[in-house]
């Protein structure tokens, strides 16, 4: 059991930076892979960027490779997604999920997050 909190969003111009973060309650966090997942108004949630429970692997979505990069701390129970040179394609509520099943997916992901907006204007 896990409950998940995202924070950071904002409107940011296109080529700017944010760091989103997503704090997690529970002792147990170690032992599940997070991820982020987006949603565009209209369109279906996507995956972009996951990393596994040891911090080892971490697997990003074609359209923010060499863009966006996952860490996470656990001594503060916390995934952080720094995103830059962001496009005004990259706007959408994005989510932290977790689950304790690898590869993490919209199907498989056993929680989510409230979801943070982020905007990028062009």
């Known amino acids: 059991q896990v409950q998940l909190v995202e924070s950071g969003g904002g409107l940011v111009q296109a080529g700017g930076s944010l760091r989103l973060s997503c704090a997690a309650s529970?002792?147990?966090?170690?032992?599940?892979?997070m991820g982020w997942f987006r949603q565009a108004l209209g369109k279906e949630r996507e995956f972009v960027v996951a990393?596994?429970?040891?911090?080892?692997?971490?697997t990003y979505a074609d359209s923010v490779k060499g863009r966006f990069t996952i860490s996470k701390d656990n001594a503060k129970t916390s995934v952080y997604l720094r995103m830059n040179s962001l496009k005004p394609e990259d706007t959408a509520i994005y989510y932290c999920?977790?689950?304790?099943?690898?590869?993490?997916?919209?199907?498989?992901?056993?929680?989510w997050g409230q979801g943070t907006q982020v905007t990028v204007s062009s």
């Open positions: 990393i596994s429970r040891t911090g080892i692997t971490t």
């Open positions: 999920a977790a689950t304790t099943t690898w590869p993490i997916t919209v199907s498989s992901a056993g929680y």
């Open positions: 529970g002792r147990a966090f170690r032992d599940y892979h």
